[in-house]
């Protein structure tokens, strides 16, 4: 590595190498400094038991934009999609199932034995996403609206309705407006909650729902697909495509700050005391570390540290990853060779109440007693995941909040990885005998290992109040900050948390566009 570039990227999580291929791209000499020993952040792959390849944190690949797997050639730098259909199995206590299919009339007749009525809204309620779709789709690769630009495409009646859903709406009301049987709702609720500390009764949690749906790897609004090789499989297409742009990327490199100099950014200093000089850096770090820890409170305005410190982030996920003998044998639909019950996210979460309870419990500070999960079997899609007749399991659950109200998270997570897997063996009862090894990730295991902020799975909530021009906090929404040459690239920007690699496009556009005008004013002078 060099002792000066023209930028560094702190951090190798998805955003950051997507913000320095584009740079590099575009003829910056580009270096990298990633913690960890491998790159991708929350999107990982790792052999944490011989034979058995696990993407740790995030499961699901289906936001991330097409323009940039074409920009980045990364098909070409290994990136394989396998789309899986059903997209979701939901087994229920009853030995009832419902599945979501692509094709929205197969979902629709099976909801025919829970409710007619239900049937027949399903297209409906589709229909209310694609609109919104329509119209936020062309806002996420691009720096966030301003408040007049936004509401400004919600100007007919039927769309200012679409406007107050998505910013004051429970995923409650949404659901109780178009649907009446609590099978149905359980099936679609899950995905107003994710990583978010939101029940379905809380005000903002339609957005939650709104940000899993838009967008999808296969260009539908809300199908989710895999990754050949899991999820560590993208980011080592970014991370290749980046270095044949000529980026440079040091893994075991801790950034431990981001200096200036006379108001402007200078560069960086490693945890080992090297320095190396740029006059842009471009922070994929969470905002809080970024500005709290990297710059240091005292070389900023203190309204704008006032704005990052009320940032909410309270993670409430934990993770558990296992290594099986055998898959899972539903009660809901027997069977432990491989089947369409394996092959897309299983939902535990038999109704919106169940799920509201689970989060009355995290509320208090106390661990959800019968937790909502879930679940996906990537070697169920990628064989090569797991020697042969074995497999993996990834289980999502929630909720878990960071600060507990009694004990440590070290002390509770072997105590809340039971009663997970307590939770599932009651769909299931093979499981527990079937699981050969596990680990379980606490939301204080996900600050330590992989800086998420309090676990926070997205950087920060992704609730209305904190999206669009309040992200990462009111009047910092353009990536650029108040520091010059200092940008921010990753979850904690617009379009916000997700495997999208917008936030690194965007970013990355920003800091081509003020590099052009520098150009272009030396030029003038
Ligand atoms: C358990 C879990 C499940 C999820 N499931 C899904 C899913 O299925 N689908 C989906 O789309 N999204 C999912 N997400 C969300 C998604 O993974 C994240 O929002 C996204 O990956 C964040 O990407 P990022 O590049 O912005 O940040 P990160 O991935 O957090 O990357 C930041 C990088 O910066 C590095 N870093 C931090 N500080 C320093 C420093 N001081 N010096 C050097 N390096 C540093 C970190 O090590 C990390 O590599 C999940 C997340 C988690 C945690």
Redesign the pocket.
């Known amino acids: 590595m060099k002792s000066e570039y023209d930028a560094i990227v ?7 190498l997507v913000s320095a291929a584009y740079l590099a791209r575009a003829g910056l000499t580009v270096a990298v ?4 020993p491998i790159v ?4 990982i792959t790792e052999e944490i038991w011989k034979g058995f390849k696990i993407s740790r ?4 690949y ?2 991330f934009d097409p323009q940039i797997v074409r920009d980045l050639q990364l098909e070409k730098h290994g990136l394989r999609v396998v789309s899986t259909d059903p997209d979701l199995f939901v087994p229920f206590p009853e030995r009832k199932h419902i599945f979501i299919w692509e094709d929205a009339k197969k979902t629709a007749q099976g909801f025919e034995k829970f409710s007619s009525k239900d049937a027949k809204s399903y297209p409906k309620y589709l229909e209310f996403w694609k609109g919104i779709s329509e119209l936020l789709g062309p806002m996420m690769l691009s720096p966030p609206p301003s408040l007049e630009d936004f509401t400004s495409v919600f100007a007919s009646p039927e769309t200012l309705e679409g406007l107050k859903v998505l910013m004051f709406s429970s995923v409650s009301d949404l659901l109780d407006e178009y649907f009446e049987s609590d099978y149905v709702k359980a099936a679609i609720c899950p995905r107003g909650l994710i ?1 978010t500390m939101v029940g379905p009764k809380s005000p903002g949690s339609a957005y939650v729902l709104g940000h899993h749906v838009i967008g999808g790897s296969s260009g539908e609004t809300g199908i989710w697909g895999y990754l050949k090789g899991g999820m560590g499989a993208l980011s080592d297409a970014i991370a290749k495509s980046a270095e044949s742009f000529g980026a440079e990327i040091a893994r075991n ?3 431990s700050s981001i200096d200036t100099q006379d108001g402007e950014v200078s560069g960086i200093e490693l945890s080992d005391g090297t320095t190396v000089r740029a006059k842009i850096v471009v922070s ?2 969470d905002p809080k ?1 970024t500005f709290l820890r ?1 710059v240091g409170r005292d070389k900023l305005d203190q309204n704008f540290v006032k704005g990052i410190e009320k940032i909410k982030d309270q993670g409430c ?1 934990v ?1 558990l990853n296992a290594a099986l003998e055998e898959l899972p044998d539903y009660k809901a639909l027997p069977g432990k060779d491989l089947g369409l019950q394996h092959k897309g996210i299983t939902s535990i979460g038999p109704s919106m109440d169940y799920c509201e309870k689970a989060f009355d419990d995290a509320k208090y500070g106390k661990p959800s007693e019968h937790p909502f999960l879930r679940i996906v079997y990537h070697s169920a899609n990628d064989p090569d995941l797991a020697p042969s007749g074995k497999h993996t399991m990834s289980i ?1 659950a929630q909720y878990f909040p960071y600060n507990l109200k009694e004990g440590n998270w070290d002390e509770r997570k072997e105590e809340v990885g039971d009663s997970i897997i307590d939770t599932l063996s009651e769909y299931a009862p093979n499981i527990k005998r079937a699981v050969m090894q596990r680990e379980v990730l606490t939301p204080f295991d ?1 600050e330590r290992e ?3 902020p309090k676990g926070n ?3 920060m909530e992704i609730t209305p109040d904190q999206m669009f021009f309040f992200r990462p906090a009111a009047g910092w929404a353009q990536y650029r900050m108040p520091i010059k040459g200092l940008y921010l690239c ?2 904690g920007t617009h379009p916000g ?3 999208t690699g917008a ?1 690194g496009y965007n970013a990355a556009q920003a800091v081509l566009a003020d590099a052009k005008r520098d150009r272009d004013l030396d030029n003038s002078q």
């Open positions: 702190v951090g190798a999580g998805h955003n950051g400094f990633e913690k960890r991708g952040g929350a999107a944190l995030s499961y699901a289906s936001l990583g490199a801790g950034v994929n770090a570390q990297l996920v993770k999502f996900m992989f800086s998420l799975i997205f950087h990753g979850s948390g997700g495997v936030p």
